[in-house]
């Protein structure tokens, strides 16, 4: 198993790539403000994950990478709604779908956090 089959993983793959083509079309001047900015914290999101599962030998080094992963999320959140605040990004639909899909990888990330600590508490 690596962290490719980590489900986790998998989704901040695909928001990684949905946020970085969104941003393409973007205003110019909000392409890398902004845009820059949604892109490095989606980008984040998964590089955290890898990163804690490549030191998940030493648990309290996985949980504290999750713990990045999660604060990005909720970084990416914030820019998604500011571009949509402030009309950069207007469409409603996509906007949606890209919400709906990191609010959904903030959850699992949380209960995956959740479970990587379970275990960590069981092994002392």
Do not use: C
Not at 17 to 44: A, C, N, W
Not at 100 to 116: A, E, G, T
């Amino acid at each position: 198993m690596n962290y490719k089959d980590l489900e986790v993983w998998q989704i901040a793959r695909e928001l990684s790539v949905d946020i970085h083509k969104m941003t393409l079309s973007l205003p110019k001047f909000e392409m890398y403000e902004e845009g820059g900015q949604i892109r490095r914290s989606s980008k984040s999101i998964r590089s955290n994950i890898v990163e804690g599962y490549g030191r998940r030998r030493y648990k309290n080094e996985f949980i504290r990478y999750i713990t990045f992963a999660i604060a990005s999320t909720d970084e990416t959140i914030d820019h998604l709604e500011t571009l949509w605040e402030t009309e950069s990004l207007n469409d409603k639909e996509l906007f949606t779908k890209l919400l709906d899909k990191v609010n959904l990888l903030d959850k699992k990330l949380i209960n995956f956090l959740k479970s990587v600590e379970k275990k960590h508490i069981s092994e002392k």
